[in-house]
C-alpha cells in the first residue's frame, strides 16, 4: 500500500465555494472513497481549531479548510478568522510533535476562483510527502 493510499483526509469546506453544492461533493466522494472525508460549514470564519485537531485525532491524516473566494465572504471577515486560527493550530501540533503541514487552508481567489473539486486535488498533491499520521499507526 502506497503512502497516497494510506492518507486519509479532512476537507471542511465553505458552502460559497464555487461548486461546492451537494452533488458536486457526492461526485468528489465517489472519486476519492473514503480516503477524503468532506465537512460543508456554514462559513469558515465559524471553523474552531479543536474541530481540525479532533479530525486528526480521531481519523486524519491532514485537515484543511477551503475558504470562499477573498472579497466574497458572506459574513465580512470569515476567511481571515479561519486563517489565523489555522495558525495557531499549526502551532499547537508542531508543539507536540506532529508537521505544521498537516493542518492548512486554501482561501480562493476572486480574480481566479477554482471549484471545490480543483482545490482538493490541490490539497492532495500538497499533502502527498506526508506520512501516516503517527497518531493512528498502531505498535
Do not use: W
Given at each position: 500500500?502506497?503512502?497516497?493510499?494510506?492518507?486519509?483526509?479532512?476537507?471542511?469546506?465553505?458552502?460559497?465555494?464555487?461548486?461546492?453544492?451537494?452533488?458536486?461533493?457526492?461526485?468528489?466522494?465517489?472519486?476519492?472513497?473514503?480516503?477524503?472525508?468532506?465537512?460543508?460549514?456554514?462559513?469558515?470564519?465559524?471553523?474552531?481549531?479543536?474541530?481540525?485537531v479532533k479530525a486528526l485525532e480521531d481519523f486524519a491524516d491532514a485537515a484543511y479548510i477551503v475558504?470562499?473566494?477573498?472579497?466574497?465572504?458572506?459574513?465580512?471577515?470569515?476567511?481571515?478568522?479561519?486563517?489565523?486560527?489555522?495558525?495557531?493550530?499549526?502551532?499547537?501540533?508542531?508543539?507536540?510533535?506532529?508537521?505544521?503541514?498537516?493542518?492548512?487552508?486554501?482561501?480562493?481567489?476572486?480574480?481566479?476562483?477554482?471549484?471545490?473539486?480543483?482545490?482538493?486535488?490541490?490539497?492532495?498533491?500538497?499533502?502527498?510527502?506526508?506520512?501516516?499520521?503517527?497518531?493512528?499507526?498502531?505498535?
Amino acid at each position: 500500500m502506497d503512502n497516497e493510499q494510506k492518507r486519509n483526509l479532512a476537507v471542511f469546506y465553505c458552502r460559497n465555494v464555487p461548486e461546492s453544492n451537494e452533488s458536486a461533493r457526492r461526485e468528489l466522494e465517489k472519486k476519492y472513497g473514503s480516503s477524503v472525508k468532506f465537512f460543508p460549514v456554514v462559513c469558515s470564519g465559524r471553523m474552531d481549531m479543536i474541530h481540525l485537531v479532533k479530525a486528526l485525532e480521531d481519523f486524519a491524516d491532514a485537515a484543511y479548510i477551503v475558504t470562499c473566494p477573498e472579497g466574497a465572504c458572506r459574513y465580512f471577515e470569515g476567511n481571515l478568522r479561519a486563517k489565523k486560527r489555522v495558525e495557531k493550530a499549526k502551532s499547537i501540533i508542531e508543539s507536540i510533535g506532529l508537521e505544521r503541514e498537516r493542518i492548512d487552508i486554501i482561501v480562493g481567489s476572486a480574480k481566479d476562483p477554482k471549484t471545490l473539486g480543483a482545490q482538493v486535488e490541490e490539497i492532495v498533491t500538497r499533502t502527498a510527502g506526508l506520512s501516516q499520521s503517527p497518531v493512528h499507526i498502531k505498535k
